[in-house]
C-alpha cells in the first residue's frame, strides 16, 4: 500500500564509471542520483526481468483504469459529415463513429491530397477546451494548437477525436461533467473511457486504404497530453508519442485529490476513498509511462507549469524511466524536454514534437541529411 506522504528519497552514493578511453586516468567518481523513483527497476537487472514486472504493471494500469468495465466494441460504422479541401493540400472532414452500442464519437480528419503511398497517421488530443477538435483542427482559438492543420501540411493522416465530455457530446450538466458518465458506467472511470475512445479512433485510421498501419502516432498538449500516455500505454499500435505538459503525478503532489475529485471532471472516482485516507494507487505515472517502451516517448514539461516542487520531480521520474528504454535496448527513442514556458505549445516545443514523429513515423530519407557538394555550377 502506497501513502500520500511518499519523502524523496535524494543520496549522492559514489560510483565508478568505466573510462571510455583506457589510457586516460579516472580523476573522480561520478555520484549516482537516487530517488524516490527507483522503484521502477528495483531488483530488475535484464530485460526479461523488466518483461516480467511489465506484465504485473501492465495488469495493474487496467486495473486503474477499471478495464475489464468497458462496454463491448460495435462496429464503426464510419460516416463522413462534411468534406472541406484546405489550401489546396489535404482534406478536412467531420467524421463520427460508434464507441458504444448508443453513442458515437466526433472528429476531424485530415488527410493530404498529394499522397504517393501509404502515408504515416497520428492521434491528436486536445486540452480540456469545449470545442477541442476544432481548436486542433485550426478552426477556433489558439493556432498553436492546430495539430491537425500543421501536421496535415507535413503528409500526416490526422484524426483529432473530441474528448467524449465536449464538443458534439458536451453533457446536459456542462462541459467535462462526468456525472452523467458515472451514472451510465458506475464502476468504469473516465480515464478508461477516453482512453478506450481513443483506441477506437485507430480503428478508424487503420480502415482508410491511405494509412500505413505500422506508422501510427499519438500526441496531446494538457488533458490531451496524458491522455497521449495514457493510450500509448493502452495500445500498442502507437508507435511513438509525444505528451506535452500532460499534468502531474499521484506522488510528491499535494494536489493529488484532484485526480478523483467529488464534482465537475471526475477522472478516478473509485480511487477517492483510498485518496482521502492518505493511500496512494498501486500504481503510479513513471510505471505507466514505462508501458510504452521501446517504441518512441516525448514529454515535455514547463517547471513552472503549476505546482514547482511537483514539476521538478518529474526530471528524476524521466531519469528513471530511461532506464527502462535502456533495458529495452532502445535509448533512442525516449527523450524529454523541460522548459520555463509554463503551460503552452511554445514553437521550439511544437518543432520537437514534430520532428520527434518524424524520426520515428517516417522513412529515413525525410530526415537524412546529405553534405553540400563541393563544386558548384
Same mark, same amino acid.
Given at each position: 500500500?502506497?501513502?500520500?506522504?511518499? +519523502?524523496?528519497?535524494?543520496?549522492?552514493?559514489?560510483?565508478?564509471?568505466?573510462? %571510455?578511453?583506457?589510457?586516460?586516468?579516472?580523476?573522480?567518481?561520478?555520484?549516482?542520483?537516487?530517488?524516490?523513483?527507483? &522503484?521502477?527497476? &528495483?531488483?530488475?537487472?535484464?530485460?526479461?526481468?523488466?518483461?516480467?514486472?511489465?506484465?504485473?504493471?501492465?495488469?495493474?494500469?487496467?486495473?486503474?483504469?477499471? &478495464?475489464?468495465?468497458?462496454?463491448?466494441?460495435?462496429?464503426?460504422?464510419?460516416?463522413?459529415?462534411?468534406?472541406?479541401?484546405?489550401?489546396?493540400?489535404?482534406?478536412?472532414?467531420?467524421?463520427?463513429? /460508434?464507441?458504444?452500442?448508443?453513442?458515437?464519437?466526433?472528429?476531424?480528419?485530415?488527410?493530404?491530397?498529394?499522397?504517393?503511398?501509404? /502515408?504515416?497517421?497520428?492521434?491528436?488530443?486536445?486540452?480540456?477546451?469545449?470545442?477541442?477538435?476544432?481548436?486542433?483542427?485550426?478552426?477556433?482559438?489558439?493556432?498553436?494548437?492546430?495539430?491537425?492543420? *500543421?501536421?496535415?501540411?507535413?503528409?500526416?493522416?490526422?484524426? +483529432?477525436?473530441?474528448?467524449?465530455?465536449?464538443? *458534439?457530446?458536451?453533457?446536459?450538466?456542462? +462541459?467535462?461533467?462526468?456525472?452523467?458518465?458515472?451514472?451510465?458506467?458506475?464502476?468504469?472511470? +473516465?480515464?478508461?473511457?477516453?482512453?478506450?475512445?481513443?483506441?477506437?479512433?485507430?480503428?478508424?485510421? %487503420?480502415?482508410?486504404?491511405?494509412?500505413?498501419?505500422?506508422?501510427?502516432?499519438?500526441?496531446? *498538449?494538457?488533458?490531451?497530453?496524458?491522455?497521449?500516455?495514457?493510450?500509448?500505454?493502452?495500445?500498442?499500435? =502507437?508507435?511513438?508519442?509525444?505528451?506535452?505538459?500532460? /499534468?502531474?503525478?499521484?506522488?510528491?503532489?499535494?494536489?493529488?485529490?484532484?485526480?478523483?475529485?467529488?464534482?465537475?471532471?471526475?477522472?478516478?472516482?473509485?480511487?477517492?476513498?483510498?485518496?482521502?485516507?492518505?493511500?496512494?494507487?498501486?500504481?503510479?505515472?513513471?510505471?505507466?509511462?514505462?508501458? =510504452?517502451?521501446?517504441?518512441?516517448?516525448?514529454?515535455?514539461?514547463?517547471?513552472?507549469?503549476? !505546482?514547482?516542487?511537483? %514539476?521538478?520531480?518529474?526530471?528524476?521520474?524521466?531519469?528513471?524511466?530511461?532506464?527502462?528504454?535502456?533495458?529495452?535496448?532502445?535509448?533512442?527513442?525516449?527523450?524529454?524536454?523541460?522548459?520555463?514556458?509554463? *503551460?503552452?505549445?511554445?514553437?521550439?516545443?511544437?518543432?520537437?514534437?514534430?520532428?520527434?514523429?518524424?524520426? !520515428?513515423?517516417?522513412?529515413?530519407?525525410?530526415?537524412?541529411? %546529405?553534405?553540400?557538394?563541393?563544386?558548384?555550377?
Amino acid at each position: 500500500m502506497r501513502y500520500l506522504n511518499v +519523502a524523496l528519497i535524494l543520496l549522492v552514493l559514489p560510483r565508478s564509471i568505466p573510462a %571510455q578511453n583506457r589510457n586516460q586516468p579516472e580523476l573522480f567518481d561520478v555520484p549516482q542520483i537516487r530517488s524516490s523513483w527507483d &522503484d521502477l527497476t &528495483d531488483g530488475i537487472k535484464t530485460k526479461g526481468d523488466w518483461r516480467k514486472r511489465r506484465a504485473v504493471l501492465k495488469q495493474r494500469y487496467l486495473d486503474l483504469l477499471r &478495464d475489464e468495465h468497458k462496454p463491448q466494441k460495435p462496429p464503426l460504422n464510419l460516416t463522413v459529415h462534411e468534406k472541406v479541401v484546405v489550401d489546396g493540400l489535404y482534406q478536412r472532414q467531420l467524421v463520427s463513429y /460508434a464507441v458504444e452500442v448508443d453513442e458515437r464519437a466526433y472528429a476531424y480528419l485530415g488527410i493530404p491530397l498529394e499522397l504517393t503511398g501509404p /502515408a504515416p497517421a497520428i492521434v491528436a488530443l486536445h486540452g480540456t477546451y469545449q470545442h477541442g477538435k476544432k481548436r486542433v483542427a485550426g478552426l477556433i482559438d489558439n493556432p498553436d494548437k492546430a495539430y491537425l492543420d *500543421h501536421l496535415c501540411r507535413r503528409g500526416y493522416i490526422v484524426i +483529432a477525436p473530441e474528448h467524449f465530455v465536449s464538443g *458534439h457530446r458536451i453533457p446536459s450538466e456542462g +462541459a467535462y461533467e462526468t456525472g452523467e458518465f458515472y451514472k451510465k458506467h458506475p464502476q468504469w472511470t +473516465a480515464v478508461g473511457k477516453f482512453t478506450y475512445e481513443h483506441s477506437i479512433a485507430i480503428d478508424v485510421l %487503420q480502415s482508410l486504404d491511405q494509412v500505413n498501419d505500422e506508422r501510427i502516432g499519438a500526441l496531446g *498538449h494538457s488533458l490531451g497530453g496524458h491522455g497521449t500516455f495514457f493510450l500509448a500505454a493502452y495500445d500498442d499500435r =502507437i508507435k511513438a508519442s509525444a505528451c506535452n505538459c500532460g /499534468a502531474s503525478f499521484f506522488r510528491h503532489n499535494p494536489r493529488v485529490e484532484g485526480w478523483s475529485r467529488d464534482h465537475w471532471y471526475v477522472y478516478f472516482k473509485p480511487i477517492r476513498a483510498g485518496l482521502l485516507k492518505g493511500e496512494l494507487p498501486p500504481i503510479d505515472f513513471h510505471e505507466i509511462i514505462s508501458l =510504452i517502451a521501446p517504441r518512441a516517448f516525448l514529454d515535455l514539461s514547463g517547471l513552472n507549469d503549476g !505546482h514547482g516542487p511537483t %514539476q521538478r520531480q518529474r526530471l528524476l521520474m524521466l531519469m528513471k524511466i530511461m532506464e527502462v528504454y535502456e533495458l529495452e535496448e532502445a535509448p533512442q527513442n525516449f527523450g524529454f524536454y523541460a522548459h520555463g514556458r509554463g *503551460h503552452s505549445v511554445a514553437h521550439e516545443s511544437r518543432q520537437l514534437i514534430y520532428g520527434f514523429m518524424d524520426a !520515428h513515423l517516417k522513412p529515413l530519407e525525410a530526415t537524412r541529411t %546529405q553534405l553540400v557538394p563541393s563544386t558548384t555550377k
